[in-house]
């Protein structure tokens, strides 16, 4: 899995945003490694290996660099020799949530060529009287319903739980400050009788995994997660699991 602790709230919430639209393609399958986020078609090819770093997202994507569409040259050659390079031979940054919209398309761009690469290879298959096997689709993973206005299913991730949260905070009296580039995520304001107090926010899935991440309490004040399952907590808990349901009434 990648290491969401040495990315900034900003690149993930922008990462997350960039899935959301991602999906909109057809089927698409996503999965982690280490140090990378990977997106296949359902046919099993992969189109684009993301790299979320501290400031930014780098991707490569599986798309002739002489056939892309690219007139803001976002784009550039992947340095990368062999078989990586030959793989995924274009590459380019993002660096905020206002770069989606063209990277988007940057990504749909690769996305049609793996799918059309392979439906042309399944043509062939036939012709030369050979059987195309079956392609075997591996559904994406998605949380319990909870149908709260934009989020029909709940988040599986700590990104997930950012971008609730994002839409939320408003009504809960929370406003963002800052999002300091390392421990905690997210410097914020909430509403008190005497004023708007600072509070030090770090998000989780589950409360517990602030404990697996070896953060240090004394330098946070709340946690917002999911899932709130850490018995004997010293912080505040914002569980959103419960947050939603008192906001439905």
């Known amino acids: 899995m990648v290491d969401w602790d040495r990315v900034s709230p900003i690149i993930r919430d922008t990462l997350t945003l960039l899935q959301k639209e991602t999906v909109g393609f057809g089927d698409v399958i996503m999965s982690?490694?280490?140090?990378?986020?990977?997106?296949?078609?359902?046919?099993?090819?992969?189109?684009?290996?993301?790299?979320?770093?501290?400031?930014?997202?780098?991707?490569?994507?599986?798309?002739?660099?002489?056939?892309?569409?690219?007139?803001?040259?976002?784009?550039?050659?992947?340095?990368?020799?062999?078989?990586?390079?030959?793989?995924?031979?274009?590459?380019?940054?993002?660096?905020?949530?206002?770069?989606?919209?063209?990277?988007t398309s940057l990504l749909k761009q690769a996305y049609k060529s793996v799918v059309e690469e392979r439906r042309d290879a399944g043509r062939k298959?036939?012709?030369?009287?050979?059987?195309?096997?079956?392609?075997?689709?591996?559904?994406?993973?998605?949380?319990?319903?909870?149908?709260?206005?934009?989020?029909?299913?709940?988040?599986?991730?700590?990104?997930?739980?950012?971008?609730?949260f994002s839409k939320i905070m408003g009504e809960l009296g929370i406003y963002y400050e800052a999002s300091p580039s390392s421990f905690p995520d997210m410097i914020a304001r909430r509403k008190i009788k005497e004023g708007l107090e600072r509070i030090r926010v770090e998000f989780e899935y589950k409360s517990s995994h602030f404990l697996q991440h070896k953060h240090d309490f004394k330098n946070c004040d709340v946690i917002v997660c999911w899932e709130h399952d850490w018995k004997d907590c010293p912080l505040q808990v914002i569980e959103l699991k419960e947050v939603i349901k008192r906001l439905r009434t």
């Open 32 to 103: 982690e490694t280490k140090y990378w986020v990977m997106w296949k078609s359902s046919a099993g090819r992969a189109f684009a290996a993301l790299h979320p770093t501290k400031n930014n997202i780098r991707v490569f994507i599986s798309c002739d660099s002489t056939k892309i569409e690219d007139p803001l040259k976002f784009t550039k050659a992947s340095a990368s020799t062999g078989g990586w390079g030959k793989k995924y031979p274009v590459v380019f940054n993002i660096r905020s949530p206002n770069d989606i919209a063209y990277a």
């Open 125 to 164: 298959e036939v012709m030369e009287g050979e059987t195309v096997k079956p392609v075997t689709k591996i559904k994406d993973l998605v949380g319990e319903p909870v149908y709260f206005r934009e989020f029909v299913y709940a988040p599986l991730n700590e990104a997930g739980v950012i971008l609730l």
